[in-house]
């Protein structure tokens, strides 16, 4: 899970990240004052990208999760208690000496 977790997180970053251009017009627009060629204003977009790509990959990673357990729960319905002879004594287990 964790593997994921982290490929998730990679990929939604470059995903993300490669829309944070000086040319895109809602990113020049915002209420944010963000200046591309100040190392503040980068580090600062960034981590804003970082967790947004996190909340992303931990969604994938949970509809996965959840994906997994509704194709486990018809096999759990599947399982059976072991029958057992009544006619038939049970025999003794060996002891080791």
């Known amino acids: 899970a964790f593997?994921?977790?982290?490929?998730y997180g990679q990929v939604n970053h470059q995903?993300?990240?490669?829309?944070i251009t000086p040319y895109n017009a809602p990113l020049a627009s915002s209420p944010m004052a963000t200046d591309l060629s100040s190392t503040h204003d980068l580090a600062m977009l960034n981590g804003m990208i970082s967790k947004q790509a996190a909340m992303i990959s931990f969604n994938n990673d949970f509809k996965l999760m959840m994906i997994l357990?509704?194709?486990a729960i018809p096999l759990v319905l599947m399982l059976?208690?072991?029958r057992f002879d009544q006619a038939q004594p049970k025999e003794a287990a060996?002891?080791?000496e």
């Open 80 to 82: 059976r208690r072991p």
């Open 69 to 71: 357990s509704l194709i």
């Open 94 to 96: 060996p002891v080791m």
């Open 15 to 19: 995903s993300l990240a490669q829309h």
């Open 3 to 7: 593997t994921l977790l982290d490929r």
